[in-house]
């Protein structure tokens, strides 16, 4: 391992204003050179995540999300056999506070957010039509 | 003004050189003058900072002592929640919303005596790498009106760079703070995760967001970040960082002893060849100061991008379903809930926003969990892998280009989602590591600003603010 010295970190290459990193490169010919097979229900998806989407965000979507997808795929060329997930950001556990009741927040602040209330209670439409 | 720093202008208020009320003046001057064309701010809290910086004045010739921040002008990231403000994070669907609470940043940054000059735009609901997802407006590059600031924090790195505020504090996720920092030709530090507090941050992806400061010199970013960490009962995931008093009084010498690694999967083809130059440069720069460097390997780095654009939406899609119009936010007309959520919804978020909502969905979705998510999370602790490894192997800190390419054109990236993300392929796995890393502007470029960003080991702030002050200083 080198420690100083002449490090061989700079390559004379010509100047490339596109940007081709070489995975980049091969996942965007992968791209334009087979035939997407995943393809992802937008309608579905969009049903489950409450958002409604019109007919052409729904195409658009699609194919964006198929290219995305598409890309994804180098992940699978990854041994991840015995690796324990990540869960989160933190290696924290278990972080707790007495327990006891506590009233450090005035309810007030957060009621006047609402958008349609009556006598402080938060109004909602029915949920059966 | 174009150099004024914290630690000059307190020894002008100590002096009685400057007064705070003159130096909020001359910030709003300033915003008058050029805000119209750069569109850093949506929102302006002028009455309220001249009446705080009065009263600081006042203070000091009642010989009352300076806090640390005492009449310091900050710009606020818009989804940073300042008590009974609006606070939109740039999104329809919030953009009469009044926070009902400080975040625990904005009550640490107070009271050491800082004034609030207002809110930054950004990327809608920090969803981008350019601020051009902004619903309300465009922010500008202040070194190249043409070009973009970057972001998602681009007003933020938009108000420092164009002096329109001292300092400024953002979010960081994938590089939302060190990326527009380089772009714009401030300093921009994502803390370790945890460091600070992400109580009153409006939620992008939980397991990698940070709130960090954007300044003109690593000096003030060490200060600012000094004053915002710390555990919080109310931030279950932040924890008091041990520092002795090297964070803020680096040890020169020992800085200059450092082996710093350089990965080759940064600097492997495609990047600009004047980026890569000028990070040469740094490296120059610090060998000459004692520092030394060697060559190491992060072999998952090609990865960081998919598994990023995996976990990100799928924290996402959880933290923004709050957002549905029913107890804050923008509310529809629907009959029944269920309407007025998709109503809701489907009106008030952006094409972005909607774009990553559906990928996240997708992602955490019956039958294709494992195959996506579940991948992703075992990539994820590799690509951290490869960091502790590397710092394990005899390094003190990484270096590399903080983007790959300067400053883009307004429009140049907006029209293809996946050109837009590669600009943050070098900050990105900082954040699935949980790491801290700073972006520093390369000294002596002409034209377009040059970031290289240094990444630390956790909890070691101090490294990359020393290194960073021995680049900048001696």
């Known amino acids: 391992m080198a420690s100083g010295g002449n490090l061989d970190h700079r390559r004379s290459r010509s100047s490339n204003s596109n940007l081709y990193h070489p995975t980049f490169s091969r996942a965007f010919s992968f791209l334009y050179a087979r035939i997407v097979i995943m393809q992802i229900d937008v309608k579905h998806i969009s049903k489950l995540a409450r958002i409604e989407l019109s007919d052409e965000e729904i195409s658009e979507y699609s194919v964006e999300l198929d290219k995305i997808l598409d890309y994804f795929k180098e992940l699978q060329e990854v041994n991840t056999e015995d690796v324990l997930p990540m869960f989160g950001g933190t290696d924290l556990v278990n972080v707790f506070r007495d327990d006891a009741e506590v009233e450090d927040f005035e309810s007030d602040t957060l009621k006047d957010a609402f958008p349609k209330q009556k006598d402080s209670y938060l109004k909602v439409p029915k949920i059966f039509s | ?474």
Not at chain 2, 184 to 204: D, E, N, Q, W
Not at chain 2, 241 to 247: I, R, T
Not at chain 2, 350 to 372: C, H, M, N, Q, W
């Open chain 2, 1 to 474: 003004m174009k150099n004024m720093t914290i630690k000059k202008f307190h020894e002008g208020l100590k002096n009685r050189d400057v007064s705070a009320y003159d130096s909020v003046v001359s910030y709003f001057d300033e915003i008058e003058k050029h805000d119209g064309t750069i569109g850093a701010y949506l929102d302006l809290y002028k009455d309220e900072a001249l009446k705080e910086a009065r009263a600081v004045d006042v203070g000091i010739t009642e010989g009352r002592g300076l806090g640390r921040l005492s009449g310091v002008s900050v710009a606020v990231k818009d989804n940073i929640l300042v008590a009974g403000k609006r606070t939109t994070a740039a999104s329809k669907i919030l953009k009469d919303y009044i926070a009902g609470y400080n975040a625990t940043v904005i009550e640490k940054l107070r009271a050491e005596g800082a004034i609030i000059l207002g809110k930054t735009n950004m990327d809608e609901l920090a969803m981008g790498s350019s601020t051009e997802n902004s619903t309300f407006k465009l922010t500008r590059n202040p070194r190249d009106p043409e070009r973009v600031p970057g972001g998602s924090s681009g007003g933020s790195a938009a108000s420092v760079a164009g002096n329109m505020s001292m300092v400024s504090i953002g979010s960081d996720t994938g590089g939302s703070v060190r990326q527009p920092a380089g772009f714009c030709g401030a300093v921009g530090l994502k803390p370790t995760y945890g460091a600070v507090s992400r109580y009153g941050l409006i939620a992008m992806a939980s397991s990698l967001d940070q709130i960090g400061p954007i300044t003109k010199t690593v000096e003030d970013a060490g200060l600012v970040y000094d004053i915002m960490r710390g555990g919080d009962k109310y931030d279950a995931t932040s924890f008091d960082g041990k520092y002795g008093d090297g964070l803020l009084n680096p040890n020169f010498k020992k800085i200059s002893e450092m082996t710093v690694g350089i990965p080759e999967e940064y600097f492997a083809e495609g990047l600009e060849s004047h980026v890569e130059e000028a990070v040469n440069s740094v490296i120059d720069d610090l060998k000459e100061k004692g520092v030394k460097f060697k060559k190491i390997n992060l072999p998952h780095t090609k990865y960081a991008l998919s598994v990023y654009y995996i976990i990100m939406p799928a924290e996402v899609s959880t933290n923004l379903a709050r957002l549905d119009g029913i107890r804050y936010g923008t509310r529809g007309s629907s009959d029944t809930l269920l309407d007025l959520y998709h109503e809701n919804k489907g009106e008030g978020f952006g094409p972005e926003a909607k774009r990553r909502i559906i990928l996240g969905t997708f992602v955490l979705s019956s039958g294709y969990y494992d195959a996506y998510y579940g991948k992703a999370q075992k990539v994820r602790a590799l690509i951290k892998k490869d960091f502790d490894d590397a710092f394990d192997s005899g390094i003190d800190a990484i270096i590399s280009p903080t983007t790959p390419t300067t400053a883009f054109k307004i429009g140049e990236k907006s029209s293809d989602p996946l050109q837009m993300y590669l600009s943050d392929i070098f900050t990105i796995p900082v954040n699935m590591a949980g790491l801290p890393a700073i972006s520093i502007p390369v000294k002596g470029v002409e034209g377009l600003p040059i970031g290289f960003q240094l990444i630390g080991r956790k909890w070691r702030e101090a490294d990359i603010l020393g290194l960073g002050r021995l680049y900048e200083e001696k």
